[in-house]
């Protein structure tokens, strides 16, 4: 019996259209699709929806319809490959609300009735964050502890249960030349192609 192909769902986190990270989106697609994978994508600025919560998880939220098809390729997916920039040490405020209105308790957790523990909906889901930056790589590592890439692989993606994480970061991108530029999109489209 033959392995079904992988389903992969590409969810591009910049706002900004022409942003490198939409050039590194494409690139991990055109290497995806050299495989026998199914690939979709989710461009976070495409979607239409208020990114605030005014009353936290208290109150139950109705969500927009572009979320809510969000969420449906989520669980379509195998893999999730989330690719944005490094702002302020973290994520865009568009993919943090994002974030917040999607992986919503039900969804991606549930808590247990009178425990501290909860059940992690997203199981059997591996991810890998592309994310870029105007930091060296080794100083966000090293001198700030790279908030963002923990705060997205344990207390989110692996909060859901959501595992392996891995992570690239590609950086600094500011005073990258167009050959520097050239090499982080072959290196992205070469994961596409590992499915990684």
Sequence with gaps: MSQRPPKVLIIQ???????LCQALAEAYNQGAQKT?????????????????????????????EGLIEAQR??????????IYPTWWGTMPALMKGFV????????????????????KLLKGKSARL?????????YFRLVYGQPGHRAMKRTILGFCGVKPVRISSIGPVKPSKKAKRMGWLNRVERLGQGLA
């Design 36 to 64: 026998n994978a199914e690939v979709r994508e989710i461009k976070i600025r495409d979607i239409e929806f208020n990114p605030n919560l005014p009353f936290g998880y208290k109150q139950e939220l109705e969500l927009e």
């Design 130 to 138: 592309i994310v870029t930056m105007d930091t060296p790589p080794w």
């Design 13 to 19: 986190g910049n706002p900004d259209p022409n942003s």
């Design 100 to 119: 917040d209105k999607v992986f919503v308790p039900g969804f991606g957790f549930k808590y247990r009735k009178g425990s501290v523990w909860w059940d």
């Design 73 to 82: 390729m989520i669980q379509w997916a195998d893999h999730l490959v989330f």
